[in-house]
């Protein structure tokens, strides 16, 4: 593995070679540089036909930027080399913006788009290599009529080719292009950074659209390349006031760069220099506005803005033979820039050096224990801590300098009480691991919408203590995975709501080994299962889980159904354009399941085996298929270039393809387990006899009080009954005719519905029903014996037949002693919950009963 450099100065102003993008921020060899800009220009073109001023003007604009802070400058045209040279003895650093013709519909000319071509490639030659240069930015805000005009697909392919321009020319360069709201819709997932220009003048409106901003970058570096205000119209005052509170927004809420819109008034372009409007920090004379100061009191400091609370926050991190990356992790965390914190390692029981290690750094406090689990060492951990804010990482992680603050800030500003943020998976050192990283079926956030979470990972998570305690902390039946998922669901069915901060972000060092991956992957397969059975509302049918929320990194997208829309308004006039993606549907992961991969297996190999050719087709179809999607996968995924070739997207291929197999078949395994570790119920004293019968798989009884009981009395008896005794019990969330289904194993269900009626006062007839169904697998089942038989009888095949009966005769004497056994059991727990609550039988309804009185 690879261990991302320690942090340093965040402020860039050291100048240690190129800059790099690295997850959501850059990097400057070991320095963490937020780059705190400005735009030069565009100016009127000299007499030379350098649209820049003179090099002693520039001299004192550079001097300028010194004292406001400034470490970058973005400029609209390609600037001389002497101006680099100026910009590199002040150490300001310059995003290069190349123009071309982007207002006209260039890709209809073949002619033009060469000559683009050629444009890019003068301007980084002019560069080349330069100390100074960050990157370049390959066009600015084509408008969307070209865009719709041409289509979304042809410009991002446009942009693509210029992007390789640069990189054949100049590898280290960093490449960007300036997007905006019209164009929001752009896939541009080449860039090395997420680069928009925003105007947006109320605060509540930018900090939100930042968010957007955040998801549309994923794991890439977001720079505001425009923002600003005009004083000429709204006042200078009103332009100071307003950059204030951007700057301070866009810092708070962990925006790698940001450009104010413009260094001067002076502004040229379409030919014309512009009078009219006043967007500078300085005049055309350079004299200063308000907006200089107002920008250089968050410019010129190394901090980030103060917040207005600083909570005491424990970071809690659990251990288990961690001690390959146990340095990493605590040393990360002794350079967190946060006031108030503390760091509780738990030693769960490590057979190697990690209680050594972790007692070598000062200021941590290492609680040593018996291996009891993930879930117990985190309770203990939270026991053990003292602040008001309780935030969990793994052993595992390295965290970025910045963690805690852009967690707090989520907190005061959502008011929530859970917090989490992004895991990303650090460079690598070797091919294998590099492909594994680059995997899907690593721990991933699942979103709501832009700043709301369903689930947060277990390695980047943050609850206020008071929740925590309220709903009991972690399940210690999770003991290594699934501990982050339950207590995420917990969270949301006790009515709180979970927020997302992008900018929290942890590295996440991911398995270095297929072996280590797949352990991992069975992992988590046994830990759906436990899920399974601790939530079950929130599983389909089919025992895969039902997430609201979009799933970051899942395999989902791969087989969409329903393209993405993009909302353009009329006319495509609309000033921030959408591009919204379908909701998540089950049909989407299908050919990812072990069920569609077994079914397709099966009749590929019965065809192969019978020489039924005609039906090749249909059998390899499916799994042509998910390998389909699997090598989209593969040739999608950022990787290291040390994987980048035909093996290591053939290895990422492949697991793509193992992982929910992999998950299947445990989730399966422990699935079945649970079913049958049921405990037998026995009644408290023998039930009365009553002359009860099944009938058409049903079964009814009465109940009588006169104290006011309602149906809950019963429902709620029932499930802690069944659940206490390991019974899988489902309740209705409103959308089905029962209200309790009792999994007796894996071919029976009891479904249980209950009535209340009213006779005066307290008086109750409580009527209880209970009737057996069939499981789908065992409908399923049923179906594939009867399916082989038929076509055993077709093919004039005996031992199909008797293989098919046979099946279906063995299956169904499992669900009969199986319905049976699980009749018996409601019937008994019914008469149990029944007399603890004091209820007494009613007799059955007789005809006169319904008479009105």
Not at 79 to 106: K, Q, S, T, Y
Not at 303 to 313: F, I, Q, R
Not at 795 to 823: D, H, N
């Amino acid at each position: 593995m690879v261990v991302p450099p320690s942090p340093g100065d965040q402020s860039g102003s050291g100048w240690n070679g190129k800059v790099e993008a690295r997850g959501r921020f850059f990097f400057a060899g070991a320095e963490k540089v937020l780059l705190k800009g400005v735009t030069y220009g565009p100016f009127a073109p000299t007499n030379s036909g350098q649209q820049f001023p003179n090099p002693a003007t520039v001299e004192l604009d550079l001097a300028l930027m010194n004292e406001l802070g400034a470490n970058t400058l973005r400029t609209f045209t390609v600037p001389p080399r002497w101006l680099l040279d100026l910009a590199a003895r002040r150490r300001i650093r310059v995003l290069v913006g190349i123009p071309w013709a982007e207002h006209v519909c260039f890709l209809d000319s073949q002619e033009l788009t060469r000559s683009i071509h050629r444009t890019v490639e003068r301007a980084v030659e002019a560069c080349e290599n330069h100390p100074a240069v960050v990157g370049y930015l390959v066009g600015n805000e084509i408008p969307p009529d070209i865009v719709r005009w041409h289509g979304a697909k042809r410009i991002a392919a446009f942009l693509r080719k210029l992007a390789e321009v640069v990189r054949r020319l100049e590898p280290k360069a960093l490449v960007g292009y300036a997007n905006f709201p019209s164009t929001e819709y752009l896939e541009l997932d080449f860039t090395d950074f997420v680069a928009f220009n925003v105007y947006l003048h109320r605060e509540h409106d930018f900090r939100r659209y930042l968010y957007r901003l955040h998801t549309l970058a994923a794991d890439r570096p977001l720079v505001l390349t425009e923002f600003g205000m005009d004083s000429h119209r709204d006042g200078p005052r009103t332009q100071a006031t307003a950059l204030s509170w951007q700057v301070r927004t866009a810092l708070t809420a962990g925006v790698a760069g940001t450009f104010v819109f413009s260094f001067t008034d002076e502004w040229f372009t379409g030919g014309h220099d512009i009078r009219n409007w006043a967007f500078g920090l300085v005049d055309r004379d350079r004299q200063r506005k308000p907006a200089f100061d107002a920008v250089q009191r968050w410019y010129a400091t190394d901090e980030l803005p103060p917040l207005s609370d600083y909570p005491k926050v424990s970071v809690v991190v659990c251990a288990y033979n961690a001690e390959t990356t146990m340095h990493a992790c605590l040393a990360s965390l002794q350079q967190l820039r946060y006031p108030a914190y503390e760091v509780v390692v738990v030693n769960d029981g490590s057979t190697d050096r990690t209680g050594e290690i972790a007692e070598q750094y000062e200021g941590v406090r290492v609680i040593h224990q018996v291996n009891k689990g993930l879930s117990a060492a985190r309770n203990v951990g939270i026991a053990s801590s003292r602040g008001d804010v309780v935030v969990f990482t793994d052993s595992d992680c390295i965290v970025d300098p910045d963690w805690l603050y852009y967690l707090v800030v989520t907190f005061l500003a959502s008011g929530l009480p859970a917090v989490g943020g992004p895991n990303l998976a650090p460079p690598e050192d070797s091919f294998v691991a590099s492909c594994v990283a680059a995997s899907p079926g690593g721990p991933q956030h699942v979103l709501l919408d832009d700043d709301h979470a369903e689930h947060i990972p277990g390695c980047n998570m943050a609850f206020r203590r008071d929740v925590l305690e309220e709903i009991g902390g972690f399940d210690p039946i999770f003991r290594a995975a699934g501990d982050d998922v339950d207590l995420c669901w917990r969270l949301q069915d006790h009515g709180y709501r979970i927020g997302f901060s992008p900018a929290a972000m942890v590295w996440h060092f991911r398995r270095n080994t297929v072996k280590a991956y797949i352990g991992q992957q069975r992992g988590y397969g046994k830990a759906e299962a436990l899920l399974y059975f601790r939530h079950p509302d929130r599983f389909n049918a089919m025992g895969y889980s039902r997430w609201r929320g979009r799933i970051y990194g899942g395999i989902s997208s791969l087989f969409p159904l329903r393209r993405p829309v993009i909302y353009g308004g009329t006319f495509g006039r609309g000033l921030f354009q959408t591009l919204y993606q379908p909701p998540a549907s089950f049909v989407s992961h299908l050919p990812f399941t072990l069920e569609w991969n077994v079914a397709a297996g099966a009749l590929l190999v019965w065809a192969l085996a019978r020489h039924r050719w005609s039906w090749l087709g249909l059998a390899v179809a499916p799994l042509m298929l998910t390998w389909a999607c699997c090598l989209r996968a593969a040739t999608r995924a950022r990787v290291a270039a040390r994987a980048d070739d035909i093996r290591g997207r053939l290895l990422i291929a492949l697991l793509t393809y193992l992982f929910p197999l992999l998950r299947c078949l445990e989730r399966y395994r422990w699935w079945a387990r649970g079913l049958s570790a049921a405990e037998p119920v026995t009644c408290d004293r023998p039930a009365r006899a009553l002359p009860l019968s099944w009938r058409k798989r049903s079964l009814a009884i009465s109940f009588w009080t006169e104290h006011g009981l309602e149906k809950e009395a019963i429902l709620h008896g029932l499930r802690e009954a069944l659940t206490a005794r390991n019974y899988f019990v489902r309740v209705d969330r409103g959308w089905s005719d029962w209200d309790l289904e009792v999994h007796g194993g894996i071919w029976s269900r009891g479904w249980i519905k209950v009535a209340t009626e009213h006779h005066g006062g307290a008086r109750r007839v409580l009527r209880v029903k209970c009737t057996l169904r069939v499981s789908l697998l065992a409908r399923l089942g049923a179906a594939g014996a009867l399916a082989t038989a038929l076509f055993g009888i077709k093919l004039g095949l005996l031992p199909l037949v008797i293989a098919g009966a046979g099946v279906a005769a063995v299956g169904g004497v499992a669900l009969l002693r199986e319905s049976l056994s699980l009749g018996s059991m409601l019937y008994q727990t019914l008469h149990t919950v029944a007399r603890r609550a004091r209820l007494h039988y009613a007799p059955r309804l007789q005809g006169h009963a319904a008479e009105v009185k």
